[in-house]
């Protein structure tokens, strides 16, 4: 059972050694994001937009691969986290440690905790915590438009 333990975390302490990241910030203008994003993704990254439910391009997205944010490229997610909620944006249960900024929101009369990236600040969505109990329990709440995919 020691063995056990020990080789769980190994693996733990592997897989947060091969998704380290340059933690360095991104910081531009309103102009430069604006230049970089099309319309959508900069309303969700930079004002807090949220899409449409059932609307965005990865909601029923299930390739394996690894998620990414549109602002930035640094990986937040794993496709092994994606599931479906039926809430009608992404739901993960588990995000890519250091990635993810955890802010509370107290916005539209709601007591929520939001999601930004690390690196540029940009809005990715919400966490909750009605996820899967057999895994996290949390659900990753992210829309589609702040997110780029990279197939493995």
Not at 4 to 27: D, G, P
Not at 85 to 109: K, M, Q, R, T, V
Not at 113 to 129: Q, Y
């Amino acid at each position: 059972m020691k063995k056990l333990y020990i080789i769980l975390i190994l693996s733990i302490l592997m897989a947060n050694f091969n998704y380290s990241q340059n933690n360095e910030k991104i910081e531009k203008s309103d102009k430069e994001w604006k230049n970089k994003l099309d319309n959508l993704s900069y309303q969700v990254l930079r004002n807090s937009y949220t899409e449409r439910p059932f609307t965005g391009e990865y909601n029923l997205h299930f390739e394996k691969g690894s998620y990414k944010c549109k602002g930035c490229n640094q990986v937040l997610f794993n496709s092994t986290n994606k599931y479906e909620s039926n809430c009608g944006w992404p739901s993960f249960d588990e995000a890519i440690p250091s990635s993810i900024l955890y802010i509370e929101d107290l916005s539209h009369n709601m007591n929520r905790i939001e999601v930004k990236c690390s690196k540029c600040n940009g809005h990715l969505g919400h966490v909750f915590n009605d996820g899967p109990k057999e895994t996290t329990g949390k659900r990753y709440c992210i829309n589609s438009a702040a997110l780029s995919f990279n197939k493995n």
